[in-house]
């Protein structure tokens, strides 16, 4: 069984930096593809970035330019760098495994607890 465990949010300032990790186990992290998303109050959970086995990243143009993804296959955990931050960046963000289908990263495994970024005016 996939487990999840994201840590590193918290309150910073509009134009700050945060980086997010999430520790995995229970998969064979190297092989899959690994992935991070948000949710705001009120609306979906939305895909922020992701990361393919081989490395290849995919980003919204929401956050691209702004977040980045990466991974440590030694560490099973996958990182989220995020700078430049706006209020509208506010969210619970979950990391996940992902299946790909076409172009869309599906995430298969059991969500963790997220870890809450909150970015002020």
């Known amino acids: 069984q996939v487990q999840l465990v994201e840590s590193g949010g918290g309150l910073v300032q509009a134009g700050g930096s945060l980086r997010l990790s999430c520790a995995t186990s229970?998969?064979?992290?190297?092989?899959?593809?690994m992935a991070w998303y948000r949710q705001a109050p009120g609306k979906q959970r939305e895909l922020v970035a992701a990361?393919?086995?081989?490395?290849?990243?995919t980003y919204p143009d929401s956050v691209k330019g702004r977040f980045t993804i990466s991974r440590d296959n030694d560490k099973n955990t996958v990182y989220l760098q995020m700078s430049s931050l706006k209020p509208e960046d506010t969210a619970v963000y979950y990391c996940?495994?992902?299946?790909?289908?076409?172009?869309?990263?599906?995430?298969?495994?059991?969500w963790g607890q997220g870890t809450q970024v909150t970015v002020s005016s």
């Open positions: 229970g998969i064979i992290f190297k092989s899959n593809a």
């Open positions: 990361i393919t086995s081989g490395g290849r990243t």
């Open positions: 996940n495994a992902a299946f790909i289908i076409g172009d869309t990263f599906v995430p298969f495994g059991s």
